[in-house]
């Protein structure tokens, strides 16, 4: 007795591909499936597309916090002082700062002086935040000293101001500039608190790519900055950067340890947290809408195969009265279903993958056909759509895709398995 032939032998493969190639007046390849590998194209390029945004987006967002901002903010309790008000001053920075820069992982802790007050360049007015910080630390911010996206000599720092991008527009203020901070905040006198004035000259213009950055932040440095706040001998802060800011949680008691009983920490996830966690619940929502399109395109593949079977009912027929087992039959309908899935979910990882790549000119086409205005740095934050490839996302796309199409192909290629040969021959 012959040996039966294993799985998806050659003349299964064989079969499968006539059946793929020939022409629809043969009862070939129906328009249902060319519809159904287009669909799985385009699903798959929308679901890599979306993936790479996402990917891109969440990592330029978290880079531009953790390039601009420290990653752990340490300040105290303060106390009350004779007006009723908390004064959380810290005057001991220097041994602060230097008890939290020796804890293991921590890469710079700067002192910092902040406080909120108005900018004006002739007609022109901007409400900014003055964060008074030493040159040494301020050049270890690398996404303010970026000198691809920078203007000035940050050598000169000391002789007045870095200001942002956005605050330079806003003031129409350029390197050498002499821009006016005023403090409501000023000296009390029987009169009443009069505005604190005074001139610095623009010696430093930084980009760093997150538009409430650039509209707000003013450096001043921090001696002068002592002086303007009238806070001589104090800080409001110590700055502190990791080395690796993802493990922030695992700092937080060495961290407090070393600034002492007084200490309070606050976090870039603390302040980012919640726009992190909203966005990685707008990420699985997409992936679920992304998913339902890839198997609303794997269903049409139902819809070839069932008028492809019934196109070669006599084929079948002949087929299982030669010999061919139920098994032999399934396969190569599954065949013909899985290769359209495999051909579609191949040309769409191609053109997602080249959408991510290009992402910047195919965006520069459609903000020109749209008159610009596309993307709104001031609602998303950062001013361009970032796209970012990442190995697993397109792993998850393709497995999803040839998941569906796979599965599937199974119903209507086992309807062809069961189909009787007697029935299928008897008006032949």
């Known amino acids: 007795m012959g040996r039966s ?8 493969w064989l079969i499968a591909w006539r059946y793929l190639r020939a022409r629809r007046a043969e009862g070939g390849v129906s328009v249902m499936t060319w519809i159904s590998l287009i669909g ?12 790479s945004v996402r990917a891109g987006f969440r990592a330029e967002f978290v880079d531009t916090i953790l390039g601009a901002n420290a990653h752990v903010t340490v300040y105290t309790t303060g106390e009350v002082n004779a007006q009723g008000a908390i004064d959380r001053r810290i005057t001991d920075y220097d041994a602060m700062a230097a008890r939290l ?15 909120q007050v108005m900018a004006n360049l002739r007609d ?7 964060y008074g910080i030493t040159p040494a630390d301020l050049a270890g ?26 605050v330079a527009r806003e003031l129409g203020a ?35 790519g997150r538009y409430d950055i650039d509209r707000t932040r003013v450096y001043m440095p921090l001696e002068e900055a002592q002086v303007y706040f009238n806070k001589p001998g104090a800080v409001d802060e110590i700055e502190v950067l990791i080395e690796e800011p993802e493990a922030v949680d695992e700092m937080l008691l060495p961290l407090l340890d070393a600034g002492g009983p007084e200490a309070l920490i606050w976090t870039w996830r603390d302040s980012a947290g919640a726009f992190l966690r909203a966005l990685e619940i707008e990420d699985n929502v997409m992936f679920i809408i992304m998913a339902i399109l890839v198997l609303i395109a794997s269903m ?81 934050g950062i001013y361009a ?37 007697v029935e299928a021959l008897r008006y032949e």
């Open 5 to 12: 032939p294993a799985p998806f032998a050659a003349f299964e």
């Open 385 to 421: 759509i970032p796209a970012r490839l990442e190995f697993g996302d397109v792993v998850s796309a393709v497995a999803l895709s040839l998941g569906l199409s796979f599965i599937v192909t199974i119903f209507p290629a086992r309807r062809a398995a069961r189909m009787n040969p």
């Open 101 to 115: 820069a020796e804890v293991p992982g921590v890469t710079r802790a700067a002192p910092i002086l902040r406080g």
């Open 141 to 166: 911010l690398r996404r303010i000293v970026d000198p691809e996206t920078s203007e000035g000599d940050l050598a000169r720092f000391e002789e007045g101001v870095a200001i942002g991008s956005g």
């Open 174 to 208: 350029g390197l050498g500039d002499r821009i006016r901070i005023i403090s409501p905040n000023g000296v009390r006198t029987a009169f009443g608190t009069s505005p604190r004035s005074k001139s610095y000259d623009v010696t430093y213009i930084f980009t760093a």
């Open 300 to 380: 049409n593949i139902v819809s070839g195969l069932v008028m492809l079977v019934k196109n070669k009912g006599r084929d079948i027929g002949i087929l299982r009265t030669m010999g061919l087992t139920e098994g032999a039959v399934l396969r190569v309908f599954f065949i013909c279903g899985a290769f359209t899935g495999l051909i579609g979910t191949a040309l769409g990882v191609l053109l997602g993958c080249l959408f991510a790549i290009y992402i910047d000119p195919i965006f520069a086409f459609v903000n020109y056909l749209s008159g610009g205005g596309v993307w709104d740095p001031q609602i998303r």
């Open 40 to 51: 799985i194209t385009l699903a798959v390029m929308a679901l890599i597309a979306t993936l």
């Open 124 to 130: 022109n007015n901007a409400g900014v935040e003055v």
